[in-house]
């Protein structure tokens, strides 16, 4: 943090890390198709406190290929790893098959993002396609974020978590729980979170907020969510998917500075 921050003498919470780059406490941004313009001006005001870009869905396909590489770039400029979003991935096994994979990874690495989604959300895979698609995608120089969980299937934890340990197992550097297990009628679901929380290293686990494309979805549970992990977890928790228009409220909450405020005192009166 800069040395010229403003209530310099007043002491953030200690348990939150706040040089980069982290190995906690990370937050990813899921750009949707955020400008460039409007990038900087994010990145300016709040790279700081950004880790990650997802370049969200498939969105990669529809840039003009020099404003991608424009915006590629500004992300690391400021640290931030820009990576492919999952269903990207999907889409191209799901339209050409297995045999497009190895040239979708080259151009991907070719283009410059260093990493890369697996997910299942909407076309499944067994065990052992989970592998291979990580394995290549390593092989092509990615590193890959593993996600698990589905958009439209509700699974055990159980198996969430055997997905998980199974994506670690064969190389991915992280895992992505994806929202949508974690909401059911419009709610969090609180036991899930925990018993996750007992089963994995979450220092590696990244817990994917709900959006609109999720029924039953609103602003406010969006809200709670975030809430509800940094009271479970403390502010270095690993928050995923955060918008380009809450990322710095987002950092006020881990912090205390947020609407909650603060759930305790550091120091006595």
């Not at 979003?85 to 339209?95: I, M, P, T």
């Not at 993002?113 to 698609?133: H, K």
């Not at 092509?140 to 958009?151: A, D, F, I, P």
């Not at 999720?214 to 969510?225: A, F, N, P, T």
Request: with cysteine; aromatic share 8%; proline share 5%.
């Amino acid at each position: 943090m800069s040395d010229d921050a403003p209530f310099a003498a007043i002491a953030l919470p200690p348990q939150r890390s706040r040089t980069k780059p982290r190995s906690k406490g990370l937050t990813m941004m899921a750009d949707f198709g955020v400008p460039l313009k409007h990038q900087e001006d994010v990145l300016e005001l709040a790279g700081q406190h950004l880790d990650f870009a997802k370049i969200a869905t498939g969105s990669s396909r529809l840039y003009r290929r020099s404003y991608l590489l424009d915006k590629l770039a500004l992300y690391k400029a400021h640290a931030v790893r820009p990576f492919i979003g999952g269903q990207f991935f999907e889409f191209v096994l799901a339209h050409h098959g297995w045999k497009a994979i190895p040239g979708f990874f080259a151009e991907a690495r070719e283009l410059g993002f260093e990493t890369i989604e697996i997910s299942d959300n909407c076309i499944p895979l067994g065990a052992d396609e989970r592998e291979r698609a990580t394995r290549e995608a390593i092989g092509h120089g990615l590193s890959v974020m593993g996600e698990v969980g589905s958009k439209n299937d509700e699974n055990d934890v159980q198996d969430l978590m055997k997905q998980a340990r199974h994506f670690f197992e064969v190389g991915a550097e992280y895992v992505l729980v994806e929202a949508a297990e974690l909401v059911s009628g419009g709610q969090l679901q609180q036991d899930m979170l925990s018993a996750l929380r007992e089963g994995l290293d979450f220092d590696r686990v990244m817990i994917e907020l709900p959006g609109p494309w999720i029924s039953g979805v609103s602003h406010h549970l969006i809200e709670d969510m975030k809430k509800a992990l940094i009271a479970e977890f403390g502010p270095d928790v690993n928050i995923a998917n955060v918008h380009a228009e809450d990322l710095f409220a987002t950092e006020a909450m881990r912090v205390g500075l947020g609407v909650v405020g603060p759930t305790q005192r550091f120091v006595p009166d």
